[in-house]
Protein backbone atom coordinates (compact mmCIF):
# COMPACT_ATOMS: atom_id res chain seq x y z
CA UNK A 1 0.00 0.00 0.00
CA UNK A 2 1.14 3.34 -1.45
CA UNK A 3 1.34 5.68 1.78
CA UNK A 4 1.37 9.25 2.07
CA UNK A 5 1.93 11.16 5.63
CA UNK A 6 2.20 14.59 6.93
CA UNK A 7 3.63 15.67 9.91
CA UNK A 8 0.29 17.28 11.66
CA UNK A 9 -3.44 16.68 11.34
CA UNK A 10 -4.07 20.25 12.34
CA UNK A 11 -1.78 23.14 13.04
CA UNK A 12 -2.57 26.32 14.29
CA UNK A 13 0.33 29.06 13.96
CA UNK A 14 0.34 33.26 14.46
CA UNK A 15 0.62 35.64 11.59
CA UNK A 16 4.42 35.89 10.82
CA UNK A 17 5.45 33.19 11.84
CA UNK A 18 7.48 30.39 9.67
CA UNK A 19 5.95 27.40 9.31
CA UNK A 20 7.21 24.17 7.85
CA UNK A 21 4.99 21.32 6.61
CA UNK A 22 6.45 17.99 6.30
CA UNK A 23 5.02 15.17 3.59
CA UNK A 24 6.74 11.84 3.16
CA UNK A 25 6.41 8.74 0.65
CA UNK A 26 7.57 5.36 0.69
CA UNK A 27 6.86 4.54 -2.57
CA UNK A 28 10.55 5.78 -4.11
CA UNK A 29 8.22 8.52 -6.22
CA UNK A 30 10.39 10.60 -8.53
CA UNK A 31 7.01 13.65 -8.24
CA UNK A 32 5.91 15.23 -5.54
CA UNK A 33 2.97 17.80 -5.05
CA UNK A 34 1.91 20.29 -2.62
CA UNK A 35 -1.85 21.51 -3.12
CA UNK A 36 -4.18 23.59 -1.23
CA UNK A 37 -7.38 23.52 -0.71
CA UNK A 38 -10.32 25.62 -0.06
CA UNK A 39 -14.01 25.19 -0.22
CA UNK A 40 -15.79 26.35 -3.58
CA UNK A 41 -12.04 26.58 -5.76
CA UNK A 42 -11.06 22.79 -5.62
CA UNK A 43 -7.37 21.80 -5.10
CA UNK A 44 -4.78 24.47 -6.28
CA UNK A 45 -1.12 23.21 -6.67
CA UNK A 46 1.46 25.44 -4.93
CA UNK A 47 4.41 23.81 -5.84
CA UNK A 48 6.01 20.43 -7.34
CA UNK A 49 9.06 18.66 -7.13
CA UNK A 50 10.08 16.16 -9.91
CA UNK A 51 13.23 15.09 -8.54
CA UNK A 52 15.40 15.89 -5.79
CA UNK A 53 16.67 19.50 -5.22
CA UNK A 54 14.30 19.98 -8.21
CA UNK A 55 11.11 22.04 -7.89
CA UNK A 56 8.97 23.57 -10.18
CA UNK A 57 6.26 26.41 -9.43
CA UNK A 58 2.78 25.66 -9.51
CA UNK A 59 -0.54 27.58 -10.30
CA UNK A 60 -0.48 29.99 -6.27
CA UNK A 61 3.63 29.90 -5.59
CA UNK A 62 3.55 33.04 -3.69
CA UNK A 63 4.17 33.14 -0.08
CA UNK A 64 5.50 29.42 0.44
CA UNK A 65 8.69 27.84 -0.60
CA UNK A 66 9.50 24.31 -0.69
CA UNK A 67 12.52 21.90 0.02
CA UNK A 68 13.25 18.34 -1.72
CA UNK A 69 16.74 17.30 -0.07
CA UNK A 70 15.68 13.39 -0.10
CA UNK A 71 13.66 11.93 -2.36
CA UNK A 72 10.69 10.73 0.05
CA UNK A 73 10.64 13.69 1.71
CA UNK A 74 9.02 17.06 0.75
CA UNK A 75 8.88 20.37 2.91
CA UNK A 76 6.52 22.90 2.06
CA UNK A 77 7.69 26.26 3.91
CA UNK A 78 5.42 29.36 4.93
CA UNK A 79 7.73 32.28 5.43
CA UNK A 80 5.51 34.59 6.99
CA UNK A 81 2.38 33.06 7.74
CA UNK A 82 -0.67 35.07 7.11
CA UNK A 83 -4.36 34.98 7.47
CA UNK A 84 -5.27 34.02 3.58
CA UNK A 85 -2.71 30.96 4.04
CA UNK A 86 -5.83 29.31 6.51
CA UNK A 87 -6.45 26.25 4.79
CA UNK A 88 -6.03 22.89 4.23
CA UNK A 89 -3.04 21.32 2.90
CA UNK A 90 -2.61 18.29 0.80
CA UNK A 91 0.97 16.48 -0.19
CA UNK A 92 0.77 14.06 -3.01
CA UNK A 93 3.27 11.27 -4.22
CA UNK A 94 3.14 9.91 -7.73
CA UNK A 95 2.52 10.74 -11.61
CA UNK A 96 0.17 13.36 -13.29
CA UNK A 97 -1.58 10.08 -14.35
CA UNK A 98 -2.28 8.52 -10.55
CA UNK A 99 -1.70 10.73 -7.33
CA UNK A 100 -1.23 9.51 -4.25
CA UNK A 101 -2.21 11.64 -1.31
CA UNK A 102 -1.68 12.46 2.17
CA UNK A 103 -4.51 12.80 5.09
CA UNK A 104 -3.53 16.63 4.63
CA UNK A 105 -2.86 19.65 7.03
CA UNK A 106 -5.20 21.90 8.12
CA UNK A 107 -3.49 25.03 9.48
CA UNK A 108 -5.21 28.01 10.92
CA UNK A 109 -3.30 30.93 11.01
CA UNK A 110 -5.01 33.71 13.82
CA UNK B 1 -5.86 27.75 -19.33
CA UNK B 2 -8.10 24.81 -18.55
CA UNK B 3 -11.46 25.15 -16.45
CA UNK B 4 -13.42 22.45 -14.48
CA UNK B 5 -16.78 22.63 -13.71
CA UNK B 6 -18.34 20.17 -11.98
CA UNK B 7 -21.93 20.92 -10.35
CA UNK B 8 -21.37 22.75 -6.76
CA UNK B 9 -24.86 21.83 -5.07
CA UNK B 10 -24.65 18.71 -3.38
CA UNK B 11 -26.48 15.65 -5.62
CA UNK B 12 -28.68 13.76 -2.87
CA UNK B 13 -30.15 10.35 -3.91
CA UNK B 14 -31.94 7.30 -2.39
CA UNK B 15 -29.93 4.26 -1.62
CA UNK B 16 -29.68 1.53 -4.65
CA UNK B 17 -30.37 4.43 -7.60
CA UNK B 18 -27.77 5.32 -10.10
CA UNK B 19 -25.68 8.11 -8.68
CA UNK B 20 -24.34 10.39 -12.09
CA UNK B 21 -22.16 13.43 -11.46
CA UNK B 22 -20.54 15.68 -14.54
CA UNK B 23 -17.31 17.05 -15.03
CA UNK B 24 -16.88 19.99 -17.92
CA UNK B 25 -13.96 21.24 -19.19
CA UNK B 26 -13.73 24.43 -21.31
CA UNK B 27 -10.51 24.13 -23.03
CA UNK B 28 -8.00 22.23 -24.79
CA UNK B 29 -9.52 18.47 -24.76
CA UNK B 30 -7.17 16.42 -22.61
CA UNK B 31 -5.51 12.99 -23.05
CA UNK B 32 -6.96 11.41 -20.47
CA UNK B 33 -9.19 12.46 -17.36
CA UNK B 34 -9.16 11.03 -13.45
CA UNK B 35 -11.95 11.09 -11.38
CA UNK B 36 -10.97 10.95 -7.26
CA UNK B 37 -13.11 10.19 -4.19
CA UNK B 38 -12.41 12.20 -1.13
CA UNK B 39 -14.17 12.07 2.41
CA UNK B 40 -14.73 15.01 4.48
CA UNK B 41 -10.95 15.60 6.45
CA UNK B 42 -9.19 13.46 4.26
CA UNK B 43 -7.15 13.33 0.84
CA UNK B 44 -8.61 12.20 -2.10
CA UNK B 45 -8.23 8.45 -3.53
CA UNK B 46 -7.74 7.75 -7.02
CA UNK B 47 -10.42 6.08 -8.67
CA UNK B 48 -10.30 5.92 -12.39
CA UNK B 49 -8.92 7.42 -15.33
CA UNK B 50 -10.32 7.47 -18.62
CA UNK B 51 -8.23 7.90 -22.24
CA UNK B 52 -9.80 10.12 -25.38
CA UNK B 53 -10.23 7.41 -27.20
CA UNK B 54 -11.64 5.22 -24.76
CA UNK B 55 -15.36 6.29 -24.22
CA UNK B 56 -16.79 4.29 -21.46
CA UNK B 57 -14.84 2.55 -18.98
CA UNK B 58 -16.03 0.15 -15.68
CA UNK B 59 -14.83 -0.83 -12.02
CA UNK B 60 -17.06 -2.70 -10.17
CA UNK B 61 -19.91 -0.14 -9.41
CA UNK B 62 -18.39 2.44 -11.29
CA UNK B 63 -18.89 3.32 -14.87
CA UNK B 64 -16.80 6.83 -16.66
CA UNK B 65 -17.88 8.26 -19.94
CA UNK B 66 -15.91 10.52 -21.83
CA UNK B 67 -17.18 12.38 -24.47
CA UNK B 68 -14.48 14.99 -26.10
CA UNK B 69 -17.08 16.32 -28.55
CA UNK B 70 -18.77 17.43 -25.58
CA UNK B 71 -15.84 18.11 -23.64
CA UNK B 72 -17.59 16.32 -20.53
CA UNK B 73 -16.97 13.30 -18.54
CA UNK B 74 -20.01 11.82 -16.54
CA UNK B 75 -19.35 9.53 -13.40
CA UNK B 76 -21.91 6.89 -12.01
CA UNK B 77 -22.24 5.19 -9.44
CA UNK B 78 -25.02 2.25 -9.87
CA UNK B 79 -26.90 0.31 -6.95
CA UNK B 80 -25.56 3.59 -4.43
CA UNK B 81 -24.93 2.73 -0.73
CA UNK B 82 -24.57 5.17 2.09
CA UNK B 83 -21.24 4.23 2.17
CA UNK B 84 -20.70 5.72 -1.64
CA UNK B 85 -21.39 9.10 0.09
CA UNK B 86 -18.38 11.65 -0.60
CA UNK B 87 -17.36 14.13 -2.82
CA UNK B 88 -16.18 13.10 -6.15
CA UNK B 89 -13.32 15.66 -7.89
CA UNK B 90 -12.48 14.94 -11.41
CA UNK B 91 -9.08 15.84 -12.30
CA UNK B 92 -7.22 16.42 -15.88
CA UNK B 93 -3.68 17.09 -17.13
CA UNK B 94 -2.72 20.70 -18.14
CA UNK B 95 -1.67 21.15 -21.90
CA UNK B 96 1.62 20.12 -21.51
CA UNK B 97 0.86 16.96 -19.55
CA UNK B 98 3.33 17.81 -16.23
CA UNK B 99 0.10 19.00 -13.54
CA UNK B 100 -3.09 18.35 -12.80
CA UNK B 101 -5.73 20.50 -12.67
CA UNK B 102 -8.73 19.89 -10.06
CA UNK B 103 -12.37 20.99 -10.22
CA UNK B 104 -13.69 21.47 -6.66
CA UNK B 105 -16.00 18.64 -6.80
CA UNK B 106 -19.76 17.65 -6.37
CA UNK B 107 -21.00 16.38 -3.15
CA UNK B 108 -23.13 13.04 -3.25
CA UNK B 109 -25.17 12.39 -0.30
CA UNK B 110 -26.95 8.52 -0.52
CA UNK B 111 -29.69 8.24 1.74
CA UNK B 112 -30.88 4.80 3.45
Known amino acids: DVKVTQSSRYLVKRTGEKVFLECVQDMDHENMFWYRQDPGLGLRLIYFSYDVKMKEKGDIPEGYSVSREKKERFSLILESASTNQTSMYLC?????????FGPGTRLTVT | SQKIEQNSEALNIQEGKTATLTCNYT??????LQWYRQDPGRGPVFLLL?????KEKRKERLKVTFDTTLKQSLFHITASQPADSATYLCALPTRYGNKLVFGAGTILRVKS
Open chain 2, 27 to 32: NYSPAY
Open chain 1, 92 to 100: ASGTVREQY
Open chain 2, 50 to 54: IRENE
